[in-house]
């Protein structure tokens, strides 16, 4: 094939080509042991070298304390919406935990955790997220057992630019969405967690990094393979892990280190968006993104055509010439309809450019 499809799609979405050749490479005869990494046992002195790399990997690129784990878990995004309050609601007699909802997935981790402990919204409801609530607005409970925040809401396009002040409070994040997209400074939080299929790998493992301090602490019914003290305790091997989708992951962390880490891939990031966001901002109003300029996601970028709310018969125009032209997955999520360009770290400026120009080219269309 000559020439790929390009994949803006949420998630899963496009992986690195250099990551896909290598699999490919190594798919019948992995190092020579005449198998492949998904017919090897997790035990194997083998497997636990990937396992290994891909974590030093990720400690390195992200630079995580010594004082935290690093852990390759099961059951996505949506398993930690349960594995954080079972683990850390705990953390405080009271049961309490503060969560911002700022988005799809904030919203469906805080209802999770209403089923182990009490949950405070600490800020106003919102009619639609399109923005980070004033800080002012925030009502943070010093005694909550942790501060909760969804880091870039896929669906909407939110993202913090910020890390929240929690005064001492432990502070968690989901950061699938945006993982590895930028520097992060760890030690500010207690747990970060992150599926890998948008900026990691493929389906099947989730990255949780816990701080060591708040481990054991779960609730007695939380689940064994869902319980961070066992997990670490094992080195994420307590059973069988997704092997295959750990060493996709172990490939693209040696990429990203390649083209030069996280700062390097945040220049490309900050780029890839802004030529997106120019385009829709110089639009006259043709493309409406609905976001808050304050905090427009550089991964997910959702905007309508044509009028606020968007013009049906004019965005279906437009996802089939972008699928005519090998673009495809840029239809919104089915919540907020629209379209949305996922520009996560494997897109590249070339993906990039080529939605843009042809952005422009239906501007001048149809404007
Ligand atoms: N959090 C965020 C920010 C997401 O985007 C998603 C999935 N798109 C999830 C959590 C849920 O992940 P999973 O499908 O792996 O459960």
Not at 40 to 52: Q, V
Not at 70 to 97: T, W, Y
Not at 324 to 346: E, F, P
Request: hydrophobic residues 40%.
């Amino acid at each position: 094939m000559d020439k790929r499809t390009v994949n803006f799609g949420a998630g899963p979405s496009k992986l690195p080509q250099a990551v896909l050749l290598e699999a490919q490479k190594e798919l019948l005869d992995y190092n020579g042991l005449g198998i492949s990494v998904m017919e090897m046992s997790h035990r194997s002195s083998d497997f636990m070298k990937i396992l290994n790399r891909a974590q030093s990997l990720l400690r390195k690129l992200l630079d995580i304390p010594e004082n935290y784990k690093v852990m390759f878990m099961q059951g996505g995004g949506s398993g930690q919406f349960s594995a954080v309050p079972l683990n850390l609601i705990g953390l405080k007699e009271d049961r309490c935990a503060d969560y911002l909802v700022t988005g799809t997935w904030s919203a469906k981790a805080a209802k999770e955790a209403e089923k182990y402990g009490k949950v405070n919204i600490v800020h106003p409801k919102q009619d639609s997220y399109t923005k980070i609530p004033d800080l002012s607005s925030w009502t943070l409970n010093p005694s909550a057992s942790y501060v909760y925040y969804c880091c870039n809401e896929t669906v909407h396009g939110v993202e913090f630019n910020f890390i929240p002040e929690t005064k001492g409070v432990v502070l968690v994040s989901d950061m699938s969405s945006n993982i590895l997209s930028r520097p992060v400074d760890v030690s500010k939080f207690g747990l970060i967690f992150a599926g890998a299929q948008k900026n990691m790998g493929c389906a099947g493992v989730t990255v949780v990094i816990v701080r060591e301090d708040l481990l054991g602490k779960a609730l007695k019914e939380c689940p064994v393979v869902l319980d961070y003290e066992v997990q670490a305790e094992n080195n994420s091997l307590y059973n069988t892990p997704p092997c295959f989708s750990i060493y996709i992951l172990g490939l693209v962390l040696e990429w990203v280190q390649n083209i030069g880490g996280a700062a390097a891939i945040e220049k490309l990031n900050k780029e890839k968006s802004s030529m997106i966001y120019d385009i829709i901002n110089g639009s006259s109003g043709f493309y409406v993104c609905p976001v808050d300029t304050k905090c427009r996601s550089r991964m997910n970028v959702p905007f309508h055509i044509g009028k606020k709310d968007g013009d049906d018969a004019l965005e279906k125009l437009f996802l089939d010439g972008a699928s005519k032209r090998g673009m495809i997955s840029l239809k919104g999520h089915r919540s907020v309809g629209g379209i949305r360009a996922s520009l996560y770290n494997a897109v590249t400026i070339e993906d990039t450019r080529m939605l843009a120009d042809f952005m422009m080219e239906f501007l001048k269309e149809h404007q």
